[in-house]
T-cell receptor, first 116, second 113 residues
């Protein structure tokens, strides 16, 4: 158990809908990361937040957005869902050193999103 | 461009043998590399990391080797056990891009009893 929790574990929805994925980082971790894992694209970095502020961004679609709240939990919002958005979405968290991007990232169990 | 590639998509070894999983990277500016293990239905689990100022780093039953000349990374698992069966990913951290890890496609390791 990494200490990172994600809810829900599974999510089934229809095209065009909007969903919210939730992540609670390990106790004390200030950075939260979101990754998407699909069969054709592998593990892809989406976005990173540090203590409530966006710190790094990957090839995240405009239909996707994220935020980190004062209690450090994070939410990933996916809207206007398409079939191709079906994937595993992982959250990771890491330590409290802004200057050290090499803090180990610990991954949660993921949310499996199925868009029908 | 940035990419991390793996030489073999699958690897099958006998229990007790040593396993070697290879990885090539293209970004010469990367200075930090990590190996993750992902078991079925679970998230990636950190195994070991290495910085570019090192050639070798050892953990418990695992060793990572880094050859910057040919941009090659390998993970060696000693005395492979059935519990080592999983997909193994290498990842690199491009310089000055926060915590953005670039993952390879993964190698599936199967351990035969």
């Amino acid at each position: 158990d990494s200490g990172v929790t994600q809810t829900p574990k599974h999510l089934i929805t229809a095209t065009g809908q909007r969903v919210t994925l939730r992540c609670s980082p390990r106790s004390g971790d200030l950075s939260v990361y979101w990754y998407q894992q699909s069969l054709d694209q592998g593990l892809q970095f989406l976005i990173q937040y540090y203590n409530g502020e966006e710190r790094a961004k990957g090839n995240i679609l405009e239909r996707f957005s994220a935020q980190q709240f004062p209690d450090l939990h994070s939410e990933l919002n996916l809207s206007s869902l398409e079939l191709g958005d079906s994937a595993l979405y992982f959250c990771a968290s890491s330590g409290d050193t802004f200057s050290s991007s090499t803090d180990t990232q610990y991954f949660g169990p993921g949310t499996r999103l199925t868009v029908l | 461009g940035e990419s991390v590639g793996l030489h073999l998509p699958t690897l099958s070894v006998q229990e007790g043998d040593n396993s070697i999983i290879n990885c090539a990277y293209s970004n010469s500016a990367s200075d930090y590399f990590i190996w993750y293990k992902q078991e079925s239905g679970k998230g990636p689990q950190f195994i070991i990391d290495i910085r570019s100022n090192m050639d070798k780093r050892q953990g418990q039953r695992v060793t990572v080797l880094l050859n910057k000349t040919v941009k090659h990374l390998s993970l060696q698992i000693a005395a492979t056990q059935p519990g080592d069966s999983a997909v193994y990913f290498c990842a690199d951290l491009p310089y000055n891009q926060g915590g953005k890890l670039i993952f390879g496609q993964g190698t599936e390791l199967s351990v035969k009893p």
